[in-house]
C-alpha cells in the first residue's frame, strides 16, 4: 500500500494513542486514562493500521502484543513524547510569570523624575522581573550594552529597533532668581553674550547654539561661549538652582526647582522653534524575553501618560 505522506500528519493523535496503548497494555486501561470510550479506543489504533498499511498490535482477549512493525514505529516515534513534553513546558512557562532580567536605560533627569518614580508599580506587578537601570546622558548602544528597553530623545536612525513615541521634548531658557538679581538685562537671546551660560557637553557632543523664534517668527540661533559645562543633567540644574547662570532646558524635567521658586523662566517671548519626539526603544519583537516585552507595553502605557501630563500642567 503507498502512504499518503501528505496527511500522514493528521495521523499524529492516532500515533499518540498507539503509543499509550504500549505503555498502559490495553485499550481499556488507554480509554480510562484518556477518558475516551473503548470503542473509540480501538477505531482510531485501526485507522492508524489501515493508513499505514501495517499491523501494528496482535489482539487477543487477555493482552496486546506489538508486530515487529509496530515494535519499529515505537522506536522511531519515541521523539514524539519529547516534542509533547518540551511543549507542556512550553505552555507552563508562558502562564508562570514573567520572569528574568530588564535593562533599562535612559538620560539622567528623565530617569529619575519619570521612569523611577513608576519601578514600585512595575515590581509589584512584576516581582520576578530584575529591574537593571542605566541612568546616562550620552546616547549608548543597546545591544552593545546589553540593554533591552531605552528611551531616547530626537530622530531616530533606521535600525532593527522598535520605537514608540510618548512625548514631546522642548527646550527654554532658565536662571535662579539669585543670579538673576545682579545679572546685565535679559530683554533678547543676543543678550546672552554678556551672560554666564551653562551648556551641555560631553566629548562627541557639545549643546552651545541655542535655537530661538521671536514672536514675529524670526528665527535667531546663538553661539553660546560657556561659564560652566556638564555632561550630566542633573548636575547642570543644580549649578543653575545655585546661580551659576542660565540654562536652557525642558520645563518638565524641571517642574520641581520651578514649583519651589529655585528657577525661573527668562527670554519668555522667545521661544524654541521646534520639538524633539521622545521615543522608549526596543529589539524587535522576536528578540524579546516576556519579562522584557511586559516591561515594555508597561513603560510604553504609562511614559506616555506622565509625560503628557506634565507637559499639560
Request: glycine share 4%; with cysteine.
Amino acid at each position: 500500500m503507498n502512504i499518503d505522506a501528505t496527511t500522514l500528519h493528521l495521523q499524529l493523535p492516532n500515533l499518540y494513542l498507539f503509543r499509550r496503548v504500549t505503555q498502559l497494555g490495553s485499550f481499556q486501561a488507554t480509554a480510562d486514562a484518556l477518558q475516551l470510550p473503548r470503542s473509540s479506543v480501538s477505531k482510531k489504533i485501526a485507522q492508524l493500521e489501515q493508513h499505514l498499511g501495517l499491523r501494528l498490535l496482535q489482539r487477543s482477549t487477555r493482552q496486546l502484543n506489538l508486530t515487529d512493525a509496530g515494535k519499529e514505529l515505537l522506536i522511531i516515534t519515541d521523539s514524539l513524547t519529547d516534542l509533547l513534553s518540551n511543549t507542556a513546558k512550553l505552555t507552563e512557562q508562558a502562564q508562570a510569570k514573567p520572569s528574568g532580567r530588564v535593562k533599562i536605560s535612559s538620560s539622567t533627569l528623565i530617569g529619575q523624575r519619570y521612569l523611577l518614580p513608576l519601578l514600585p508599580d512595575l515590581k509589584r506587578l512584576f516581582p520576578e522581573i530584575v529591574i537593571d537601570i542605566n541612568l546616562d546622558d550620552r546616547v549608548v548602544d543597546l545591544i552593545e550594552l546589553g540593554i533591552d528597553i531605552a528611551l531616547r530623545v530626537g530622530q531616530l536612525p533606521d535600525s532593527s529597533l522598535v520605537a514608540r513615541q510618548i512625548g514631546i521634548k522642548s527646550w527654554a531658557c532658565f536662571a535662579s532668581p539669585a543670579y538673576l538679581q545682579d545679572a546685565a538685562k535679559l530683554d533678547k537671546p543676543s543678550d546672552l553674550s554678556a551672560h554666564q551660560c551653562i551648556i551641555f557637553r560631553h566629548q562627541k557632543l557639545a549643546m552651545d547654539h541655542w535655537h530661538f523664534c521671536s514672536p514675529s517668527g524670526e528665527i535667531q540661533t546663538i553661539h553660546i561661549t560657556p561659564a560652566t559645562a556638564s555632561d550630566d543633567g542633573r548636575t547642570l540644574v543644580e549649578l543653575a538652582c545655585m546661580g551659576m547662570g542660565i540654562i536652557r532646558i525642558d520645563p518638565i524635567l524641571i517642574k520641581p526647582e520651578l514649583q519651589a521658586g529655585k528657577l525661573t523662566a527668562v527670554l519668555t517671548a522667545w521661544h524654541h522653534p521646534d520639538g524633539a519626539p521622545i521615543h522608549l526603544v526596543c529589539l524587535e519583537k522576536e528578540a524579546r524575553s516576556r519579562a522584557v516585552n511586559e516591561v515594555w507595553q508597561y513603560l510604553s502605557k504609562e511614559l506616555t501618560h506622565v509625560l503628557k501630563d506634565a507637559g499639560e500642567n
